[in-house]
C-alpha cells in the first residue's frame, strides 16, 4: 500500500514539474517571437528611413532609376521542383535563357525553365557544402562552398554531364581559413562590366565582399584586389544574407535574406534605395517565404526566388498606372 501512495505522489509530482515546465517553455517561446517580431519591424523602419534619405538626400546623384521593387507581384509561388530537398541558390543563364540552381547535400546543380520547371540534374563532384552558383559568362559559372570559403570558376553548357573540382584545371580563390561554424560564404553576385564577383558571409558579421582582378586573362598577371565596405553592410541592417543579384541595368546589387524576409536594392554608392517584404500579403504573396535561398533576375526584369526545401517564385513588375 505505501510504494503505491509513494509512487502515486511522485507520479502527481512529476506532472506538475512537466506542466510547469511545458508553462516556462510558452512563456519563453512567446518572450522570443515577441522580440524576434519587434526587432524585425525595427529592421524594416530602420531600411525605409535610409531609403528615404537617399531618394531624397545628396545620394540622389546616383541619376540612374531604381528598379521599383514595390511594383512586383508574384505570378508563380510555392512551386514545387521535382523532389529536391536543399536547393541553396538560383541564376540566370543569359545564353541559354534559363535558370540554374544548387544544392549543398548530395550535391548538384538544376536547371530550370523559366516557368520552374526541372529539365536536367547535373552532379557534382569534389565539392563540400556549395551554397551558391553564379552565371559569369557563356560555358561558365561560379560555384561557392560554405564551410570551405572557396570560390571555383567552372564550365557549364548543354553538353556537361558532370562538373568536378579539379586543382591545376580551374580558376579558384579561398578567402579565409575553412570552418565548420556553418556561417561562411552563403551568396554570389557578378557585375561583367567590371569583372567584379560579389561574396556574400552569411552573419556573425553580414559581409560583402568585392572581389577584383580574378579574372584576367590568361598568361596576364594577376592583380587581385578583395574589399570590403563595413558601413554598407551595417546600413542593410539584415541578420542574415542568403543571396545576391547584380543589375547590370541599373549598377545596383539586390540582397537577399531569409531570416528578415526581405530584398534590399543597393546602390552604387552602397545605399539601400529599395526593399520588398516577402511576407503573406505583400507582393501578392499568398504565404510567406519559408526559407528564401537564392535571387536572380533575367533579362527582362523579372525576378525569381528559391526557397528550401524546393520551392520556386517568380515575380514581374506591374505596369505603372497613369
Given at each position: 500500500?505505501?510504494?503505491?501512495?509513494?509512487?502515486?505522489?511522485?507520479?502527481?509530482?512529476?506532472?506538475?514539474?512537466?506542466?510547469?515546465?511545458?508553462?516556462?517553455?510558452?512563456?519563453?517561446?512567446?518572450?522570443?517571437?515577441?522580440?524576434?517580431?519587434?526587432?524585425l519591424a525595427r529592421q524594416e523602419f530602420l531600411l525605409r528611413r535610409e531609403i528615404a534619405q537617399a531618394r531624397s538626400g545628396p545620394a540622389?546623384?546616383?541619376?540612374?532609376?531604381?528598379?521599383?521593387?514595390?511594383?512586383?507581384?508574384?505570378?508563380?509561388?510555392?512551386?514545387?521542383?521535382?523532389?529536391?530537398?536543399?536547393?541553396?541558390?538560383?541564376?540566370?543563364?543569359?545564353?541559354?535563357?534559363?535558370?540554374?540552381?544548387?544544392?549543398?547535400?548530395?550535391?548538384?546543380?538544376?536547371?530550370?525553365?523559366?516557368?520552374?520547371?526541372?529539365?536536367?540534374?547535373?552532379?557534382?563532384?569534389?565539392?563540400?557544402?556549395?551554397?551558391?552558383?553564379?552565371?559569369?559568362?557563356?560555358?561558365?559559372?561560379?560555384?561557392?562552398?560554405?564551410?570551405?570559403?572557396?570560390?571555383?570558376?567552372?564550365?557549364?553548357?548543354?553538353?556537361?554531364?558532370?562538373?568536378?573540382?579539379?586543382?591545376?584545371?580551374?580558376?579558384?580563390?579561398?578567402?579565409?581559413?575553412?570552418?565548420?561554424?556553418?556561417?561562411?560564404?552563403?551568396?554570389?553576385?557578378?557585375?561583367?562590366?567590371?569583372?567584379?564577383?560579389?561574396?556574400?558571409?552569411?552573419?556573425?558579421?553580414?559581409?560583402?565582399?568585392?572581389?577584383?582582378?580574378?579574372?584576367?586573362?590568361?598568361?596576364?598577371?594577376?592583380?587581385?584586389?578583395?574589399?570590403?565596405?563595413?558601413?554598407?553592410?551595417?546600413?542593410?541592417?539584415?541578420?542574415?544574407?542568403?543571396?545576391?543579384?547584380?543589375?547590370?541595368?541599373?549598377?545596383?546589387?539586390?540582397?537577399?535574406?531569409?531570416?528578415?524576409?526581405?530584398?534590399?536594392?543597393?546602390?552604387?554608392?552602397?545605399?539601400?534605395?529599395?526593399?520588398?517584404?516577402?511576407?503573406?500579403?505583400?507582393?501578392?504573396?499568398?504565404?510567406?517565404?519559408?526559407?528564401?535561398?537564392?535571387?536572380?533576375?533575367?533579362?527582362?526584369?523579372?525576378?525569381?526566388?528559391?526557397?528550401?526545401?524546393?520551392?520556386?517564385?517568380?515575380?514581374?513588375?506591374?505596369?505603372?498606372?497613369?
Open positions: 500500500m505505501l510504494p503505491s501512495l509513494l509512487w502515486s505522489s511522485l507520479s502527481r509530482r512529476g506532472r506538475r514539474w512537466a506542466a510547469g515546465l511545458a508553462v516556462v517553455c510558452l512563456l519563453a517561446a512567446a518572450a522570443w517571437w515577441s522580440w524576434h517580431t519587434r526587432w540622389a546623384a546616383d541619376s540612374v532609376p531604381n528598379l521599383s521593387l514595390e511594383r512586383y507581384v508574384a505570378d508563380i509561388q510555392a512551386l514545387r521542383v521535382g523532389d529536391e530537398a536543399n536547393m541553396s541558390s538560383v541564376t540566370y543563364d543569359a545564353q541559354r535563357h534559363l535558370l540554374v540552381s544548387i544544392t549543398n547535400r548530395d550535391p548538384h546543380l538544376l536547371e530550370l525553365s523559366l516557368e520552374g520547371r526541372l529539365q536536367r540534374r547535373i552532379p557534382l563532384a569534389g565539392f563540400g557544402d556549395p551554397e551558391a552558383v553564379e552565371y559569369l559568362f557563356p560555358g561558365r559559372y561560379m560555384i561557392a562552398e560554405e564551410r570551405r570559403r572557396r570560390v571555383t570558376e567552372v564550365a557549364l553548357d548543354a553538353g556537361t554531364e558532370r562538373v568536378a573540382f579539379e586543382t591545376a584545371a580551374q580558376r579558384h580563390l579561398t578567402l579565409g581559413p575553412p570552418d565548420d561554424d556553418n556561417r561562411g560564404f552563403e551568396a554570389l553576385a557578378y557585375d561583367p562590366g567590371r569583372q567584379r564577383l560579389y561574396v556574400a558571409k552569411e552573419n556573425d558579421p553580414v559581409r560583402i565582399f568585392e572581389v577584383d582582378g580574378l579574372f584576367a586573362p590568361t598568361g596576364q598577371p594577376l592583380n587581385l584586389g578583395v574589399h570590403v565596405d563595413p558601413a554598407r553592410d551595417r546600413r542593410l541592417f539584415l541578420t542574415d544574407i542568403s543571396g545576391m543579384v547584380y543589375d547590370s541595368r541599373t549598377g545596383h546589387l539586390l540582397v537577399l535574406s531569409d531570416e528578415s524576409k526581405l530584398v534590399i536594392e543597393v546602390n552604387a554608392v552602397g545605399q539601400p534605395v529599395g526593399m520588398m517584404s516577402l511576407r503573406a500579403g505583400q507582393h501578392g504573396l499568398h504565404e510567406d517565404i519559408p526559407q528564401a535561398e537564392g535571387i536572380a533576375l533575367d533579362g527582362e526584369g523579372n525576378l525569381y526566388i528559391v526557397s528550401e526545401p524546393n520551392l520556386f517564385y517568380r515575380f514581374r513588375q506591374e505596369k505603372a498606372s497613369r
